[in-house]
């Protein structure tokens, strides 16, 4: 079965820093989709930024970035210079080949003034 | 405005009865997606349609059914038979690439 882990339930950081959010999964598909999702308090989901497996280079969206590692099966989300409006829930989520997208339990990131 | 968009944003559903979360989009996406949230959880795939006129059970299927007669809607109705329904529903469409998610019903039972 496609797993979806995320190992940290909750985190926080001061405002301005950088932080790290994990993120691994479990497939024997080699074409697949990756992505974060951000749900802030107002439970809207918000695609923060994706990746294609067959890509080597790490996605970047402005001061989010991803470290992924294929073998591995590791996709963390890097936040820099965090900020305050960055408090939300955060979900790891896999496409497969079925057009499935399962997603992880999520991690909880405070963003402390 | 493109987007998709859920209605109601509140619902109560009572003892015994069936209720109809309502999600349309206007992204011309062929696929679509019903989710549940439960409390402190992530999302769990309750049905999706890949294409006008077809969809598939996903992991919580039961208690739910669904329709898909354009490619615009995707309403999900609640059954009595779905012994614990309150939860927030989330939709979302799919072009093939990533999901994009309305912004979501919360179901109460009286």
């Known amino acids: 079965a496609q797993t979806v882990t995320q190992s940290q339930p909750e985190m926080s950081v001061q405002e301005a820093e950088t932080v790290t959010l994990s993120c691994t999964y479990d497939t024997s598909e080699n074409n697949y989709y990756l992505f974060w999702y951000k749900q802030p308090p107002s439970r809207q989901m918000i695609l923060v930024i994706r990746?294609?497996?067959?890509?080597?280079q790490n996605a970047t969206e402005n001061r989010f970035s991803v470290n992924f590692q294929k073998a591995a099966k590791s996709f963390s989300l890097k936040i820099s210079d965090s900020q305050l409006g960055d408090t939300a829930m955060y979900f790891c989520?896999?496409?497969?080949?079925?057009?499935?997208?399962?997603f992880g339990k999520g991690t909880r990131l405070h963003i402390l003034p | 405005d493109g987007g998709i968009t859920q209605s109601p944003k509140y619902l109560f559903r009572k003892e015994g009865q069936n209720v109809t979360l309502s999600c349309e989009q206007n992204?011309?996406?062929?696929?679509m997606y019903w989710y549940r949230q439960d409390p402190g959880q992530g999302l769990r795939l309750i049905y999706y349609s890949q294409i006008v006129n077809d969809f598939q059970k996903g992991d919580i299927a039961e208690g739910y059914s669904v329709s898909r007669e354009k490619k615009e809607s995707f309403p999900l109705t609640v059954t009595s038979a779905q012994k614990n329904p309150t939860a927030f529903y989330l939709c979302?469409?799919?072009?093939?690439?990533?999901?994009?998610f309305g912004p979501g019903t919360r179901l109460l039972v009286l």
């Open positions: 979302a469409s799919s072009n093939s690439g990533s999901q994009y």
């Open positions: 990746q294609e497996a067959y890509k080597q």
């Open positions: 992204l011309n996406h062929d696929a």
């Open positions: 989520a896999f496409r497969n080949r079925d057009d499935k997208i399962i």
